[in-house]
């Protein structure tokens, strides 16, 4: 079947049934305190428990007490007793005796559980005697297989840095601890120069920080406003039968084709229409698995769900066309409205409120990444598991199992400067640096004050000329002095000695090099002040 099959404005069954009811022409199988059973068998030991449903053949078969009990599916609870349990899909939960408030969905769903309270298993047979345990996909027994890929909205992307991280065990047990710290880091980058100190001390590194706890849970919405009720529809056809195989059938078209299958049940238009040798298969509204000919203890609820199903066997559906182009791909689980849509020939896959992927296989998807963007999940928080890894997801939800040394986090921002330690000891002094560039020439200062003139030395030996000094001010002549002998004759200039000669003058004879220039302040015997450029010259 290739189009999408719904029927609009169709009369709820439940008008149907109250009307056929009044008009005598359908009887349900039993119902009594509040109780709703329709199937061969189903809930027939009730007497004194209320508000209990069971649709599929011997389902709630053994319960006589038990309260608020729903089960869809061939021996769906047939055993249970307890309170508050649900049950979707062929066996689910058929042993539980005593447990209470479980949830269990799909084929053989939590068929291992006895006695134990607040479990929900969704495609998992579960563990006899445990308690407050979620366990979904894994099973390998009843045609599941163990799921290789899961798929979860609602979680990445989801910056709850603050809580604590998940790991997993060998077994599939999720559970929270702490990260131990990982090996040093690379260093990182060269961080600006600060003020320059003293070098102090290297400090010890402190601590890693506690993980902070995990946030409360924001509060449940309010109920939205109960619809207005429907108009009553017309009489519907001859209401429920079942046969001597064990079939319940209830509206027009359904189980048309039986020939030898048995323990079916089919409530709504052209239920299970087309079937012809599967058995215990349990499909309510319409055309819930319309094409199914010989497939086994498959239970779809809802308009349209399986319609495509012709040999798949123990699927599970439930919700509007759910599992709605499933031909021959069995173990299915799909909950919510077109849940698995995509599915088509694919087995073990759990797919709850995703349409799934067409042509995939042992894989659970749970939520949609456009609709859902928060997850949370009981049962993880403070539990203890051993041989931890890490859970990481990508972009597209997958989730998976990582060794707990692959988790490097990106490197940190620079930390502030620290505080300026105490002062080291001196240093060795380091050697000498290069001299540097001369630096730009001073002013020229004022001519200082000429001195007093001193008196008269001893006439000395006769030394190298110096640079020429200022002019100073004119003495008395003094009285002419005897005449002396004839002194030796000078060295003059040695190599190295400097000369100033005004500049632009010719350069001295004798062997001189010009290395220079430099300026002369000088006051003149009118007592101005004048400056004049020199040529420096050293001797060879």
Do not use: C
């Not at 439940?14 to 009887?27: C, E, K, Q, S």
């Not at 055993?79 to 539980?96: K, P, R």
């Not at 040798?277 to 319409?286: H, K, L, R």
């Amino acid at each position: 079947m290739n189009t999408l099959i719904r029927f609009k404005k169709r009369t709820p069954l439940v008008f149907i049934a109250l009307a056929l009811i009044n008009f005598g022409l359908l009887t349900p199988v039993k119902a009594q305190q509040a109780n709703t059973f329709y199937g061969a068998a189903a809930g027939q030991n009730t007497t004194m428990g209320s508000s209990d449903a069971a649709f599929g053949y011997a389902a709630l078969n053994v319960n006589v007490s038990g309260n608020h009990a729903t089960a869809i599916g061939a021996w769906s609870m047939e055993f249970a007793t307890g309170d508050s349990n649900t049950a979707i899909g062929t066996q689910t939960l058929q042993n539980n005796a005593t447990g209470n408030n479980n949830i269990a969905i799909g084929d053989s769903a939590g068929e291992n559980l006895t006695t134990g309270d607040n479990n929900i298993d969704i495609g998992s047979s579960g563990v006899d005697g445990e308690s407050n345990t979620i366990r979904i996909g894994g099973g390998t027994s009843n045609h599941y297989g163990s799921q290789t890929a899961t798929f979860i909205a609602g979680i990445h992307g989801v910056d709850k840095s603050s809580g604590s991280p998940v790991f997993i065990d060998t077994n599939g047990q999720l559970g929270t601890g702490t990260l131990e710290p990982g090996p040093q880091g690379p260093p990182g980058p060269q961080g600006p120069a600060g003020a320059t100190g003293a070098t102090g001390p290297q400090g010890a590194t402190g601590d890693t920080g506690a993980t902070g706890p995990q946030g409360a849970v924001g509060a449940t919405g309010a109920t939205g406003p109960q619809g207005a009720t429907g108009a009553t529809g017309p009489q519907g056809p001859a209401g429920v039968i079942t046969d001597a195989n064990g079939n319940t059938a209830g509206g027009a078209g359904a189980l048309t084709s039986l020939t030898t299958g048995a323990g079916n049940t089919a409530i709504g238009f052209a239920v299970l229409g087309s079937n012809t040798t599967g058995s215990y298969n349990a499909a309510n509204g319409g055309a819930a698995l319309l094409s199914n000919t010989t497939g086994n203890e498959n239970t779809a609820s809802g308009d349209a769900a399986l319609v495509g199903n012709t040999t798949g066997s123990a699927n599970t559906a439930d919700g509007n066309s759910a599992l709605h182009f499933n031909t021959t791909g069995s173990s299915n689980i799909a909950v919510g409205y077109h849940a698995g849509i995509n599915l088509t020939t694919g087995s073990g896959n759990i797919d709850i409120g995703n349409g799934g992927v067409a042509g995939e296989a042992q894989t659970i998807r749970i939520g949609d990444p456009s609709s859902q963007t928060n997850t949370y999940i009981a049962g993880i928080v403070n539990a203890t598991i051993s041989n931890p890894m890490a859970v990481g997801i990508d972009s597209t939800g997958h989730l998976a199992a990582l060794p707990i040394s692959t988790l490097t986090g990106p490197q940190g921002p620079q930390g502030a400067t620290g505080a300026v330690g105490p002062q080291g000891p001196i240093g060795l002094t380091g050697a000498t640096g290069a001299t540097g560039a001369q630096g730009p020439q001073g002013p020229v200062g004022q001519t200082g004050a000429t001195g007093a003139t001193g008196p008269q030395g001893p006439i000395g030996l006769t030394g190298a000329t110096g640079a020429q000094g200022p002019q100073g001010s004119v003495g008395q002549t003094g009285a002419t002095g005897a005449t002396g002998p004839q002194g030796p004759q000078g060295v003059g200039l040695t190599t190295g000695a400097i000369i100033q000669l005004v500049q632009g003058s010719l350069a001295p004879a004798g062997g001189f090099t010009k290395i220079g220039t430099t300026s002369f302040a000088y006051r003149d015997l009118t007592n101005h002040n004048h400056t004049i450029n020199l040529d420096v010259y050293q001797k060879n």
